[in-house]
């Protein structure tokens, strides 16, 4: 039996999971490492279910924050809580919105205190909060040397569940090519996978390779550098082990077989025999397609399945309708999805 634990969720089911609670008005507290798109899967959650946001970061709030100021009554005998705000957004709700409280672990335990109330009674400062009003929290964990040092016990069984985003190489490659990181990076995650997300709490001051410092490193690419110090700057970003042995894939990158030669050309276009240059072949050419160019590449796609390389072409396949989804009304598409490619890509690629 594994000894990973059993409260793990990929990106795309914790999106799913999280449009859920919404809608069923479900508290939902989410760990993982740092860098791995917490926060931004929760966004998505929340935009699936149409709801609102208002983010908080209780790592710099004062318990005030989650109640509201002591403020005296007009007769000078009494007093309330004034809400001000986020609270104050919050008591406004007229529709379904999600208060997401970031980083809630490396708040201390006075503030993670203040919002015992409001997440098992729904009320804030002798206030009623709005039905439409839902809970969803992020943290690290406290292995990760993120300032976390635990969260009270009262506070975490308020949450419906806990639960611990896991990257997921297939879904993070979909993500990248959806939102402009780089061929390159997304070649070498593909060809190294274990590097996507290779944290390693440390007290020195140097990067781990993890989601988001790969997409610091797609922003290095997309600048005119001069190589030394964009050679220093890529170990930067994701340390020296990983920086090096993406270095060493650029250098392969930079002598693949002309991509443009094989739009035009695919039967005589050669076919790599290493790995790491098929990854890096595929995903450029996904990237070049056009439902023009498509019988073309999808020609090439079946002459890899001819060489026993039927999981490129496949993965080359997934891009190309993921660059452009035209290429699925194409002659070329039935007749390598009915044919060479049966099988090895689902139709909802």
């Known amino acids: 039996m594994s000894d990973q634990p059993l409260n793990r969720m990929t990106p795309a089911r914790l999106r799913s999971f999280v449009a859920t609670c919404i809608e069923n008005h479900w508290a939902l507290l989410v760990t993982g490492s740092p860098g791995i798109g917490k926060s931004d899967i ?16 209780p790592v710099v709030s004062d318990p005030t924050d989650a109640k509201g100021l002591p403020w005296p009554a007009a007769d000078h005998e009494s007093a309330t809580f004034l809400p001000f705000g986020d609270l104050a957004r919050a008591l406004a709700v007229t529709r379904p919105t999600a208060w997401v409280l970031d980083d809630l672990g490396q708040a201390t335990d006075a503030v993670q205190a203040s919002f015992m109330q409001p997440l098992l009674t729904h009320r804030a400062g002798g206030r009623q909060l709005p039905e439409d009003l839902v809970f969803l929290a992020a943290t690290n964990r406290r292995v990760d040397r993120a300032a ?3 969260m009270i016990e009262p506070v975490k069984s308020r949450f419906l569940s806990i639960i611990e985003l896991v990257p ?17 990076v997304v070649a070498f995650i593909r060809f190294r996978p274990e590097l996507l997300d290779a944290f390693e709490p440390s007290a020195d001051i140097v990067n781990s390779p993890i989601p988001r410092t790969w997409s610091h490193v797609s922003q290095l690419m997309s600048v005119e550098l001069d190589p030394a110090i964009r050679a220093a700057a890529i ?21 693949l077989p002309n991509i443009d030669q094989i739009t035009i050309d695919p ?23 056009t439902a023009g160019n498509f019988p073309r590449i999808a020609r090439y796609a079946e002459r890899l399945t001819d060489a026993n390389s039927g999981e ?23 007749h ?5 490619l049966q099988g090895l890509i689902s139709g909802d690629a």
């Open 312 to 334: 490129f072409a496949a993965l080359l396949l997934r891009d190309c309708i993921r660059s452009d989804p035209a290429v699925c009304n194409t002659t070329a598409f039935v």
């Open 42 to 57: 929760i966004a998505q959650g929340v935009a699936d279910a149409g709801a609102d946001s208002i983010i908080s970061h």
């Open 168 to 184: 997921d190489i297939d879904q993070w490659c979909a993500w990248a090519l959806d939102h402009g990181i780089c061929a390159e």
């Open 235 to 255: 170990c930067g970003a994701v340390g020296d082990a990983a920086g090096g042995e993406f270095l060493a894939f650029l250098s392969l990158w930079a002598e």
């Open 336 to 340: 390598l999805t009915t044919g060479p």
């Open 148 to 150: 976390v040092k635990g």
């Open 267 to 289: 039967d005589s276009a050669a076919i790599p025999a290493q790995p790491g240059t098929l990854y890096a072949v595929c995903t450029a050419l996904g990237r070049r397609v």
